[in-house]
T-cell receptor, first 111, second 112 residues
Framework: EADIYQTPRYLVIGTGKKITLECSQT?????MYWYQQDPGMELHLIHY???????EKGDLSSESTVSRIRTEHFPLTLESARPSHTSQYLC??????????FGPGTRLTVT | GNSVTQMEGPVTLSEEAFLTINCTYT??????LFWYVQYPGEGLQLLLK?????DKGSNKGFEATYRKETTSFHLEKGSVQVSDSAVYFC???????????FGSGTRLLVRP
């Protein structure tokens, strides 16, 4: 069983607010990822990290930012939320090529 | 570039029916192939994988065979259950890569 956690699970927030989505894993994995999942289910990689102090943008451009100060923690921040940011955000981690372990996701609604 | 194409859903079946969800891929080299499953309200879980041609991945009654000649990795199950209702994602990863490329997902609904 993978030990990767995301909080909050659900968040409804007004336009213009700053938000941080938390992601933590207890497996000691070096690699961590953030995906955005649209209502049509498709997954888009928006950020990834291959280790502490290493972050990269993914295939889909996103206004969010990430940080990786500790191995186990990979938070995602939106400085000013907009309705277009409404989506499900999934965090994942891995310690070897190919296989990723996913958290339960955060469903964000911006009103 | 690399890509994964899977059949559109939803796929609606009666309990105990046979399931096939088609998946084809485009890739350079020799990718590894995966099926992930997402149950309602949850994240994705790895269902099965195959790392080289002709390998068969299997788990929980599901299976898929890596067919290089047809660039396919179709998911099958002989007898589906209501509890199999979920979204299924086909994915690939290039050799030594830590990134996954996902298909668009196929929703399966199994009725009692």
């Amino acid at each position: 069983e993978a030990d990767i956690y995301q909080t909050p699970r659900y968040l409804v927030i007004g336009t213009g607010k700053k938000i941080t989505l938390e992601c933590s894993q207890t497996m000691g994995h070096d690699k961590m990822y953030w995906y955005q999942q649209d209502p049509g289910m498709e997954l888009h990689l928006i950020h990834y990290s291959y280790g502490v102090n290493s972050t990269e943008k993914g295939d889909l451009s996103s206004e969010s930012t990430v940080s990786r100060i500790r191995t186990e923690h990979f938070p995602l921040t939106l400085e000013s939320a907009r309705p277009s940011h409404t989506s499900q955000y999934l965090c994942a981690s891995s310690d070897r090529p190919h296989e990723q372990y996913f958290g339960p996701g955060t469903r964000l609604t911006v009103t | 570039g690399n890509s994964v194409t899977q059949m559109e859903g939803p796929v609606t079946l009666s309990e105990e029916a046979f399931l096939t969800i088609n998946c084809t891929y485009t890739a350079t080299g020799y990718p590894s192939l995966f099926w992930y499953v997402q149950y309602p309200g949850e994240g994705l879980q790895l269902l099965l994988k195959a790392t080289k041609a002709d390998d068969k991945g299997s788990n929980k009654g599901f299976e898929a065979t890596y067919r290089k000649e047809t660039t396919s990795f179709h998911l099958e199950k002989g007898s589906v259950q209501v509890s199999d209702s979920a979204v299924y994602f086909c994915a690939l990863s290039e050799a030594s890569s830590y990134k996954l490329i996902f298909g668009s997902g196929t929703r399966l609904l199994v009725r009692p």
